[in-house]
C-alpha cells in the first residue's frame, strides 16, 4: 500500500454485507444501508496528549472494527475504495467469532 496514516488516522476496506436478506431477497445498492464493519490495512503511530507523549493506538493493522456510520473520507486507491478514519471514529473492536449469543440465554444459563 503507498498510504501511511498519520496520528490517529486509521486506513480500513470496507466489509460488505450480503446482497440478498434471509428470504432470499436480493437489495439493490440503493436499498442497502452504508456499511460500518471494516478491516484495518494500516494505522497511524497514535495521537498526543498535553504533555506532548505519545498514545498508541487501540487498534491495529488486521482488526476488524465496527465504526461511525458516516465517519471517515472515503478515497479511491486504483480499484480499490477505502476509508480514513480517525481512531474516535471507531466504536468497537470485533473480537471473536464465535455463534452469537443472546443476554436473555446468557442471562439464563447463569440463572440455573
Known sequence: ???QPLGDRLIVEVLEDE??????IVLPDTAKEKPQRGRVLAAGPGSRNDKGELVPME???????VFSKYGGTEIKLGADEIL????????AKVTGSGAKKSKKKEMAGSAA
Open 19 to 24: 446482497e440478498t436478506t434471509i428470504s432470499g
Open 59 to 65: 487498534v491495529a493493522e488486521g482488526d476488524e472494527i
Open 84 to 91: 480514513i478514519l480517525r481512531e474516535s471514529d471507531v466504536l
Open 1 to 3: 500500500m503507498d498510504l
